[in-house]
């Protein structure tokens, strides 16, 4: 079974950048579609982000693009969510996720594994 550990979140004052890991375990990695999410404090799990086992397709939800970029090393087993530009409202605990069916997914109800997650707080 795959297991997913997110690093590389903390504390940025608006207009910073943070990179966020996703390590993962298993040789699986290189061919399945992986997802961002974030949870803010009383809000529910929003999708951020995905990218295709290739790297050749990404999405982003609207509140992050041009801000926030999703790429991957498969060599690696890893995936990475630079982020740019950072503003109070990212602030939230980030998780990443492997996509259930191989298909890209908005829903969180579509991905199967995800990892503890990694706080990122921005202050103003």
């Known amino acids: 079974q795959m297991q997913l550990v997110e690093s590389g979140g903390g504390l940025v004052q608006a207009g910073g950048s943070l990179r966020l890991s996703c390590a993962a375990s298993?040789?699986?990695?290189?061919?399945?579609?992986m997802g961002w999410f974030r949870q803010a404090p009383g809000k529910a799990r929003e999708f951020v982000g995905y990218?295709?086992?290739?790297?050749?397709?990404?999405d982003y939800t609207d509140s992050v693009k041009g801000r926030f970029t999703i790429s991957r090393d498969n060599a690696k087993n890893t995936m990475f969510l630079q982020m740019n530009s950072l503003k109070p409202e990212d602030t939230a605990v980030y998780y990443c996720?492997?996509?259930?069916?191989?298909?890209?997914?908005?829903?969180?109800?579509?991905?199967?594994?995800w990892g503890r997650g990694t706080q990122v707080t921005v202050s103003s």
């Open positions: 996720a492997r996509v259930a069916h191989g298909h890209g997914s908005r829903s969180s109800n579509d991905y199967d594994v």
């Open positions: 298993g040789r699986t990695f290189s061919v399945v579609t």
């Open positions: 990218i295709t086992w290739s790297g050749g397709v990404t």
